[in-house]
């Protein structure tokens, strides 16, 4: 977090100017269950894309090419609207903590 | 320009990660596809609401277009006002002419309520601008309290379900007709688990000559009661039960989009939310045959309006 600002300093009308600011936000720490895609399976359709709550997909060159699981906060809708049933959702416990996401 | 998923994941995202909306939370779906249909740059105004209160906690932002809140009622008012300015600095020589386009988020808190005769007003004036309702039928920010979207029936804290009251009472009130009466050049009512549907209305929305509403519904899984990965399907299945028909009012043409003119009984539909539980499972089906009676009614209504301007279409 950034300084507390008296409402002295913080600026008339309350802008906000740090476009996507809350991508520092960890939201990923909500998550009980992780999608876990199967490429091999995957036609790059980008349906998980563009129902995607959290923008949590990772585009490659228009091919998908991961997670961001910082933000997903594993609702489950990508693993439910995959044509080819490609991404699985598994229990959080289930996966080795990794360090970007332990420091919630 | 064409709609193909791949192309547009080329665009820069311009809502981003990280806001507090509930996760499964139709809203940021409808706000991705809606940003990522458009062509021009947007202005956006938001309403109070889920949306507004989740994406912009000071002193953080996950929008990365210009966005402006005032207050609860007034986002179609404050829009207008942003759009006469750019008008007004335009002809003043103060400001390059650019495309721009002029975009309000509301809830159905804000545009069926609240904000109606904000709406109303600016869309009598012609403004140019799209209004996206962002319909999660009631007032979820606060806890769930019924508002005029609500359907009949529906549990929410303040329509409980028990011995006495099966829940809401009243029949919601049919806004995107409202709105197609004040004959705006574009009106539609879409559905978020229908990205191409949304999307083509949004393009036809911006290339309106005048103001242009879409009623988007946004399932809500806390306030109607279902699993966070089961959004995408409780949109489908009101839509297809006809609970929430997809059709467009494009210069006074009605038209049904998005196909699929069979109907599934609502049923269904209401058995996948368990805010309709009580009156699903308790035996006494008055509830959802008089549900049932009144879509039947309105979609008989809608196809009747489809059909005259068909038919004065093809007359003319």
Redesign the interface.
Known sequence: M?DE?AWRE?AIG?T?I??????????GA??SEMPIIDFSRCT????C????????FE?SD?RLAGI?L??C?????C???CPTHCIT?VPESSVPVKSSESGA | MTLK??????KT?Q???????????????AV??VL?ALVNPPVVALATGCLEVA???????????PVIHSAFENAATTISGVEAAYKALVRKGRMEPRPLTFLVFGGDGATYDIGFQWLSGALERGHKFIYVCLNNEGYMNTGIQRSSATLLGAWTTTTPAGDVRPGKLQWHKDMTRIIAAHNIPYVAQAAV?N?KDLMTKVRKAEAADGPAFINVITPC?RGWRF???????VSRLMVESGLWPLYEVENGVWRMTGGGQKRRPVIDALKSQKRFSHITTNGDESVVAEIQRRVDAEWESLQQLCEMSARAESES
Do not use: Y
């Open positions: 950034p600002q913080i309350g906000e740090n476009p996507g600011s809350t991508e520092r936000v960890n939201t909500w998550r790059h359709c980008m349906i894309w563009v129902d995607c709550p959290d923008a949590c585009i228009t961001d910082d933000h906060k594993g609702c489950g809708i693993a439910a609207v959702m | 998923l791949r192309e547009l994941t080329e995202e809502f981003g990660s990280g806001h507090a909306l509930c996760a499964g939370c139709a809203e940021p779906v991705r596809q990522a994406t912009t906690r000071f002193p953080d932002t996950t929008w990365k277009v688990h990205w899984d699993d966070t990965d089961k959004t995408m399907e």
